[in-house]
């Protein structure tokens, strides 16, 4: 039972584990130059009845482009290219400079951090907690900052090696996403 | 003959206070409005209006260098917060947050009467459900993050519509919460002065205010290393008013100096010295007072331009003193005087053909110059010989002349090496012939390169918009106005949906006409009404009724909602887009709709199709800029190819003998060939007054030429004579040659041909004087 206390102290309160750690998450992910992927997104809202799912795929190219083409319910593109983001919907374009607003800014780098193993982005606005092996690992972001704190309680990503599985936004008005990710080719 | 002296005298003196009167009360203007049309056409008018009063005209951008980016910032915030209290600027934006906030709840209160898609098919039961369900979808988006608290009271997402129009367009870079340039090493400042853009005085004044308080900002945090760059059109007008005034002055005074010293050289007498100046001294100011009688204003450039004036004018008090010395004033003015009179009038064809200019600065040029050369060339004949009766003769000046004559004697030897270098210069100048022009208005401007290309980096940094495309619409009033508006813009919005335009701004965004507030207002159906098709609508939506409460109140209060004035507009920044976008005029209202280049480059043609029938006007300004110069151009073509025929006109009357005005003419068109080709050799791309200048040469250096002309008529060529020739050519060179120090295009155009074509054309006609009757 002490045994069992301990190995769960050891497991909850660690934030790296001893044989898989963050620097070895981050080799790894830092090693994957790219992409193209499919994702169903699902996100669960208190205002609506049943969960609003999007579908569509995304591509991703080292070290700061990224592509998420949303096929339903309605087509949208979205690309990031350094801290420009696009948004392309309906025939219109909306362009926001992420420099101009960090808290979108964090939020865009939990997901850029992660692609490119970039631990100090992902340590300046988050503290990392990892679990599980290079085979399924399961990575916690939670927010440092008081300002990206009041919007997302807590981002989960999930993977196995290089690939990252699924992420999960749980915001802090109680509304969460979950997007899966499922590789098309690897590079 | 003392009496007559005196009474001549006090005419002149009369004469002279009363000009000096005029002059006292002249308005005179050092800014760039010489360059505007004096005749615009309607498209012409738009960009004068632009110019002088358009919003872009008193935007100036401003960069704050050095420091680190958190101290830039800060002193960011805290000019912005000093200047916003100044009533002198109308806005100063740095891209702070708070500002954004008061115009998104401007947009979100008003939203139905603002959003173009209220109408009364979007309230239907099947409007409402593709409505709401695009709203649904985009909460499954990321940009649904945003809007996710405002579906309760904005289901069908007028907002979002309102607010994508707002977003158009390039932002700028942002550092620690403000504007930053490109490469973030900048903080960016946008200020909007009060001042109109033609009101330099007013710009000047907010310039100084924007400096001052800067370094006062910069002083109180201790940041010596943080610097303030400015840059926009009140502060081209600025500087170039400071180069104009500056020049005047300084050009005058080195052009007097140098001519006085040469004169005092040659005279050894203060009385001959000042009674030489006398004429010139009158032709400068009749200049100035027939400007101001006929134009009202009197541009700077004009003033600068007495420089050379005095050169020209002081040449016939030298003839006279001069020439007289030996013979007496009667056999002066029998012997002399007509030939003087003919160079006299071929001057005046010359600057006379340019009162007819369209282009203001030369066409007050030419009245100057005109009025100035006739009145000193009038004193000297009439007022000088009665007041130099006592003066202390003439210093021989034979010695001169005589070495003079030998050099004549061995010039004509260089007669085929001219003609071989006129030949290679000509050849030069056909071959080159398409690149001998600049093309650009900007050929004109006084701004100076660094002027230009610190502007153009800040402009860049900041992604100021350049409004060159405009659709422009003329109305008797605001509704009208405003209702032209939107009709303009329906049409635009097709361009947009093709791709063909990347977008435009209208004032009737944010400030509908009360006709399509009406309508829309009367599109709304009422709270119950709504209540109940809202049940069918959302049948199968993941959006229960239910929880669109909030909407029924919003729909509620909208149909009660009084119209939105423009005073509602009040506090936001809306409402300085609205008001640089819809002006009042002398006779109803303008509204300008500036339209922004998408992926591929704005096609005029397929604007003006699209606009066919709206009222709007399509100006591309640039094309415009540049239609205009090259009227000016050709204008300044005719127009010199029109005083050079007046000028062979009179001297054909005068003469009566085609060789001889042949000879007259043959050495100053190889003048103006060889100076052209000079100066494109030394690398100056030719504009509009180099154009004015090639004329000056002839109208001008014919004064020489003619006295060689009196060689042919078997008149002797004295030594006195070529003495005087030779100095008045100097004074002439002296003149026009300090204008090509000028910074000022203008300016130093004219001066840089017309200098060294006086010169040229002496020394050609001497080369070319007729073998046989050399003396």
Not at chain 2, 47 to 65: P, T, W, Y
Not at chain 2, 223 to 228: E, N, P, Q, V
Not at chain 2, 281 to 303: H, M, P
């Amino acid at each position: 039972m002490k045994r069992l206390i301990a190995c769960l102290f050891l497991v909850f309160t660690l934030p790296a584990y001893a044989a898989f750690d963050v620097a070895q998450l981050m080799n790894d992910l830092a090693k994957h130059k790219g992409g193209k992927a499919k994702f169903v997104e699902k996100r669960t809202i208190s205002l609506l009845d049943k969960p609003v799912i999007s579908t569509g795929e995304m591509s991703y190219t080292a070290p700061d482009r990224l592509e998420k083409r949303t096929l339903t319910p309605k087509p949208e593109l979205l690309t990031l290219d350094k801290d420009l983001l696009s948004i392309e919907r309906e025939g219109q374009k909306l362009s926001i400079n992420l420099s101009n607003q960090p808290e979108a800014l964090a939020f865009i780098d939990s997901i850029r951090g992660t692609l490119t193993g970039n631990r100090a982005a992902l340590e300046k606005n988050y503290g990392l907690y990892l679990s599980g092996n290079s085979d399924k690992w399961v990575l916690t972001l939670m927010p440092s900052e008081q300002k990206i704190a009041a919007l997302v309680v807590r981002i989960i990503v999930t993977g196995s090696k290089s690939q990252i599985r699924s992420i999960e936004y749980l915001q802090a008005d109680g509304d969460r996403s979950l997007m899966t990710i499922e590789a098309i080719e690897t590079k | 003959m003392k009496q007559a002296a005196g009474r001549t005298f006090l005419l002149w003196l009369l004469a002279m206070l009363a000009g000096a009167a005029i002059v006292w009360n002249s308005r005179f203007s050092a800014d760039m409005s010489f360059i505007l049309p004096a005749h615009p056409t309607a498209e012409q008018q738009v960009l004068v209006d632009q110019f002088k009063e358009g919003v872009v005209s008193r935007l100036l951008m401003l960069a704050i260098d050095g420091a680190d980016a958190k101290q830039r910032a800060e002193l960011s915030r805290e000019l912005r917060g000093q200047l916003e209290k100044m009533p002198d600027f109308v806005s100063v934006q740095n891209g702070e947050a708070a500002s954004q906030t008061v115009d998104r709840d401007f947009l979100f209160k008003h939203r139905y009467l603002l959003s173009s898609k209220v109408t009364a098919e979007r309230f239907t039961v099947a409007g409402l459900k593709s409505a709401i369900g695009d709203s649904v979808d985009l909460l499954a988006s990321p940009a649904g993050m945003m809007i996710k608290p405002l579906i309760p009271q904005d289901p069908t997402g007028e907002f979002v519509t309102l607010l994508s129009s707002l977003n158009a367009g390039s932002q700028p870079n942002s550092r620690e919460g403000v504007w930053a340039s490109r490469d973030g090493e900048r903080a960016m400042l946008l200020v909007q002065t009060k001042a109109l853009g033609s009101d330099t005085d007013g710009q000047e004044q907010a310039i100084e205010a924007i400096r001052a308080h800067f370094k006062a900002a910069a002083q109180r945090a201790g940041l010596s290393g943080a610097r303030l760059q400015l840059s926009g059109p009140g502060l081209f007008a600025v500087n170039s008013r400071a180069t104009i005034k500056n020049e005047v002055a300084r050009l005058s005074l080195i052009s007097s100096v140098v001519i006085i010293a040469v004169l005092f050289s040659i005279y050894r007498s203060f009385k001959l010295l000042s009674l030489s100046l006398l004429p010139v001294v009158s032709g400068a100011l009749a200049g100035v007072v027939a400007v101001s009688l006929v134009y009202g204003t009197v541009f700077g450039i004009t003033v600068g331009f007495g420089s050379a004036l005095i050169g020209e004018a002081v040449d016939y008090s030298i003839y006279y003193f001069v020439q007289s010395g030996r013979t007496g004033i009667d056999a002066w003015r029998e012997r002399f005087w007509p030939t003087i009179r003919l160079g006299v009038l071929t001057s005046i064809f010359g600057f006379g053909a340019l009162l007819f200019s369209g282009f203001p600065g030369l066409s007050q040029l030419g009245l100057y110059a005109l009025s100035g050369v006739l009145t000193a060339a009038l004193v000297t004949r009439f007022v000088l010989p009665q007041l130099s009766v006592s003066a202390p003769k003439m210093r021989d000046l034979a010695p001169l002349g005589k070495t003079l004559e030998k050099i004549i004697h061995v010039l004509p030897r260089w007669r085929w090496p001219v003609l071989l270098l006129a030949l290679a210069s000509a050849t030069l100048l056909v071959s080159q012939r398409n690149h001998l022009w600049n093309p650009e208005m900007s050929a004109l401007s006084p701004v100076s390169q660094a002027d230009q290309v610190t502007d153009m980096a800040l402009r860049s940094d900041i992604g100021a918009a350049d409004s060159r495309y405009l659709a422009v619409i003329n109305a008797p009033d605001r509704e009208a106005a405003l209702q032209a508006a939107e009709k303009a813009g329906a049409q635009l919005d097709r361009l947009v949906a093709n791709g063909q335009i990347g977008g435009y701004d209208s004032p009737a965004r944010f400030l509908p006409s009360l006709a399509s507030q009406h309508a829309r207002r009367a599109s709304l159906p009422s709270a119950d009404e709504v209540r109940s098709r809202l049940q069918a609508a959302l049948l199968d939506s993941p959006l229960a009724a239910d929880k669109l409460g909030p909407f029924l109140v919003a729909i509620d209060a909208a149909r009660q909602a009084p119209n939105l004035l423009r005073e509602d507009l009040n506090g936001t920044s809306l409402a300085l887009a609205v008001d640089a976008l819809f002006l009042p005029q002398a006779k109803g209202w303008s509204v300008l709709l500036p339209l922004r280049t998408g992926q591929e480059a704005i096609d005029a043609d397929q604007v003006r199709t699209a606009l066919a029938g709206s009222g709007a006007m399509f100006v591309d300004m640039k094309v415009e800029f540049d239609k205009l110069y090259n009227d000016y151009l050709q204008e300044a073509m005719l127009l010199s190819l029109a005083g050079l025929l007046a000028i062979l006109t009179v001297l054909a009357i005068n003469m009566r003998s085609p060789r001889r005005l042949l000879a007259v003419m043959t050495p100053l068109v190889l003048a103006v060939v060889i100076v052209v080709a000079g100066l494109h050799v030394v690398g100056e791309r030719l504009h509009l007054l180099h154009l004015v200048g090639m004329l000056l040469i002839v109208a001008v250096g014919s004064n020489y030429a003619l006295f060689f002309d009196r060689v042919e008529a078997h008149h002797s060529l004295d030594p006195e004579t070529l003495a005087s020739m030779l100095l008045a050519t100097c004074t002439t060179a002296i003149g026009f040659g300090t204008l090509a120090l000028s910074k000022v295009p203008v300016l130093h155009a004219v001066g840089v041909t017309v200098g060294p074509g006086a010169i040229l054309a002496l020394l050609l006609s001497a080369i070319f004087v007729s073998r046989e009757t050399r003396s």
